[in-house]
């Protein structure tokens, strides 16, 4: 996956200060993705974990299809429910109960599908005092909440889920856990980015380690973790310009 990097600058203050802007622009591309290959079998729960811009996140929207590649091939079988950033497939004029029917609709179920799941949706989240307000006015904990029980209850074939999680309060994070137990013990397949590496050592069978946007260990969760710390400050050569 590669990005175009724009990069703009004023030359000097004086310049600045006089109005004669003169930006500079220059484009440089960025592979935030290189060389990127591995499979997940149904029903693994598999964590991506790496250090700020590694690709974590671009990996993740690459496989809900929100971006697509530059170069090669991404292919994910089933319905896909993605958790990957608070507040997407929300429209933020519209109360919880409406955007609950929006993201049903995005996933391919009818009003009516939605209509069924809503209380349980609603009471999971414990947003019933809240949820004809409109979704603006929440907190990013109750944009989590909502996201995590539409996303947790639609039989999903894959989770995605991207740290979103992690503005959810203790208990809240307990009972996200608990669900993921259950989904992956009844064959859901997750995909889980997160910068708590006892929690991807706790809830994955496998972890995939990027560095620099290239994989540097897919492997048991323990060596992701151990290689993790052992690449804190190394430098991370697979994002240069190319
Ligand atoms: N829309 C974009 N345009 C240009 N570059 C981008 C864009 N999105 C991401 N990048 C770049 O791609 C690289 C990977 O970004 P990504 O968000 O996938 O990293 P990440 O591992 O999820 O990071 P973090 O832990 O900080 O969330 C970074 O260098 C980032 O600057």
């Known amino acids: 996956m590669r990005y175009w990097l724009r990069h703009e600058r004023v030359d000097t203050l004086k310049e600045a200060l006089l109005g004669r802007f003169r930006h500079l622009r220059a484009k440089e591309p960025l592979w935030a993705l290189r060389d990127v290959s591995f499979r997940v079998a149904p029903g693994e729960a598999v964590g991506v974990v790496g250090h700020n811009g590694s ?140 910068h708590d590496l006892a929690l991807v050592a706790a809830l994955c069978d496998r972890a995939i380690l990027l560095h620099g946007g290239a994989v540097a260990l897919d492997g048991p969760p323990a060596a992701a973790v151990a290689r993790y710390r052992a690449l804190q400050g190394a430098p991370a050569a697979g994002t240069a310009a190319g």
């Open 55 to 194: 690709g974590k996140s671009t990996l993740l929207q690459l496989a809900a299809g929100v971006l697509r590649p530059t170069e090669g091939r991404v292919a994910v079988e089933g319905r896909v429910a993605p958790l990957i950033e608070l507040g997407a497939g929300f429209d933020p004029e519209l109360s919880g109960r409406d955007n609950v029917f929006l993201n049903g609709a995005l996933l391919g179920f009818s009003r009516r599908e939605m209509a069924r799941r809503l209380d349980r949706i609603v009471a999971f989240a414990e947003l019933e005092r809240f949820i004809d307000v409109p979704v603006k006015s929440y907190s990013s904990g109750m944009y989590a909440r909502l996201g995590f029980a539409i996303a947790s209850d639609v039989d999903a074939d894959v989770l995605l889920v991207d740290e979103v999680l992690s503005v959810g309060d203790e208990r809240f994070q307990e009972r996200c856990l608990e669900r993921i137990g259950r989904l992956r013990r009844a064959g859901t397949t997750v995909l889980l980015v997160s």
